[in-house]
C-alpha cells in the first residue's frame, strides 16, 4: 500500500523559511516522478514543484528561484525547501507520487505578520 505523510507546516512570517517533508511507504521516491502541489482557500489546485526520477526538476513560475524540490533517498522522503515567503504561499501543501495518483493528508502553510 502506498502511504504519503506530510510535514512541517506551520505559521511563518513573511520572508521567512520552512521545509515541508513528505514520507513514502509503499514506493520508492527515487523510482517516481514526486510532486508539490497546493491549494488556497477558494482556489484551484495548483503544481508546485515536480522530481523526475532522474533528478530533473520543474517548478510553478510563482514559486521558482524561492522553493527548491528534492529529495533523500536513504530515508525516501522527500522535501519542499521554501524561502522568502510571501502571503500568496498560503495553502494547504500536498504531496502527490504521480505513477500510482496517491495523495498525502496535506499541511497548513500560513504566511502572516
Known amino acids: 500500500q502506498v502511504q504519503l505523510v506530510e510535514s512541517g507546516g506551520g505559521l511563518v512570517q513573511p520572508g521567512g523559511s520552512l521545509r515541508l517533508s513528505c514520507a513514502a511507504s509503499?514506493?520508492?521516491?527515487?523510482?517516481?516522478?514526486m510532486t508539490w502541489y497546493r491549494q488556497a482557500p477558494g482556489k484551484q489546485r495548483e503544481l508546485v514543484a515536480t522530481?523526475?526520477?532522474?533528478?530533473?526538476?520543474t517548478y510553478a513560475s510563482s514559486v521558482k528561484g524561492r522553493f527548491t524540490i528534492s529529495r533523500d533517498n536513504a530515508k525516501n522522503t522527500v522535501y519542499l525547501q521554501m524561502n522568502s515567503l510571501i502571503p500568496d504561499d498560503t495553502a494547504v501543501y500536498y504531496c502527490?507520487?504521480?505513477?500510482?495518483?496517491?495523495w498525502g493528508q496535506g499541511t497548513q502553510v500560513t504566511v502572516s505578520s
Open positions: 522530481i523526475y526520477s532522474g533528478g530533473t526538476t
Open positions: 502527490r507520487n504521480v505513477p500510482y495518483d496517491v
Open positions: 509503499g514506493i520508492i521516491v527515487s523510482f517516481n516522478a
